[in-house]
């Protein structure tokens, strides 16, 4: 496994120990039980996987690089490198510019840019629209592009299932970078259609059918398929790939929905010649973190914590599924625990923040809580959550002597 030259502050004495300790005593990844750490005075289940990924460790990595590598020039993202503030103000600080917004919004025009200056491709990747323009003006993008491996894995698969004549189908979230730039390059070989969850998905079941008529298919899909798509001759056969940071159980019972449509239209024996297998396009560290908060799920807390960016996709379905069980905090730092009555919690579903009283005080003699985080969130953030809770609560044992006893 690549070991990642990234600054020294996102790295924690504590997380680093935990998931060292797991990494050594379960290599491949087979036991997705929660890590118990136990003060005394306060319980904390950590997930078996959580935090920076491959893709976001690289994408920072090539950051700083670029950082270093070019003193005196003018250094430019396109959007946010990742969904995380604290990530996304570091940079700032070292001088970066955002180009977009993350809904692609324009901040800098295209035309104040030069060949001279340095341009990062984030994470998430970008459109082949945006990449042309950056050519056009003579920017290298290569040299710094940070897309996720595994996004361009996506890509790649389905640039061979448009070229076979395949219609790809993008489970994503429409104005998402990554699906925005899923999309822009799928457009490339092939009709592409986005859709957000199982309800668009049967509706597109219905439209497959013929249940639907082909202007009811594109009111209900307006803005989210390519130019020029077929609803006569374009839903016969497909390929469903989608945004690596979807609930990968949910894109899933998509596909396999979709595979009942096709049976249920062309037959089984034909089912090969109408929809692809396409269950390898889904993200290694996705699955994992999301198979490891399944696992904290089996434990019993009074509460659970996620630690990560309010935008961020793949932290807020963490969220989801925690919340089918426990009460659940969404907080983007320590800063968001204000005192031992009262965090600060955003609400995915309202997406506002609320304000929560008596939080640790409510909870049982000794509290028991649930932490995890996102794919963007620095390990150091989750330490400093650890810290400030023992701030409040107090400790029994210390963090090297709990460290030093994990089992």
Known sequence: MKQFEIPA???????????????ESDPRKKDFTPTLLDFGLVRFYIARHFGFCYGV?????????????????????????????AVNADLLDNGIRFLQDTNGTQIIPWSELSSEDVVLIPAFGTTVAIENTLQQIG??????????PFVEKV???????????????????????????????????????????????????????????????????????????????????IGVVNQTTMLATETQEITDYLRDVMI?????????????????TLCYATNDNQSATYGLMEVDADFAIVVGGHNSSNTTHLVELLEQKFTTY?????????NSNEIHSFNIHTKLTNSHTDFLSSASKVPTIILT??????????????????????SERSIADVLANLH
């Open 155 to 237: 890509w790649n698969r389905s640039e061979k299932l448009g070229k076979d004549q395949h219609t790809i189908i993008i489970h994503g979230k429409y104005n998402h970078e990554e699906t925005r730039a899923t999309f822009s390059h799928s457009a490339q070989n092939s009709p592409a259609l986005i859709v957000k969850d199982m309800v668009e998905a049967k509706f597109l079941g219905e439209a497959i059918l013929g249940h639907c008529t082909a202007a009811d298919f594109h009111h209900f899909f307006d803005g989210k398929y390519t130019a020029n798509f077929s609803f006569e001759n374009d839903l016969s056969k």
């Open 330 to 338: 969404f907080i983007e730092s320590e800063n968001e625990l204000l």
């Open 373 to 394: 985080s996102g794919a963007s969130c620095p390990d150091a953030v989750v330490d400093r959550v650890i810290q400030r809770i023992l701030e409040f609560t107090g």
């Open 57 to 85: 460790e690289n994408a920072i990595e090539i950051s700083y690089k670029a950082i270093s590598e070019n003193p005196g020039k003018r250094i430019f993202l396109i959007s946010e490198m990742i969904h995380n503030p």
């Open 9 to 23: 502050f996102y790295k924690s004495p504590i997380i680093s120990k935990v998931k060292s300790f797991r990494k």
């Open 139 to 148: 920017v290298n993008i290569e040299r710094y592009n940070t897309t996720c």
């Open 264 to 280: 249920q239209k062309f037959g089984e024996s034909e089912l090969k010649n109408h929809i692809a297998d396409t269950r390898d």
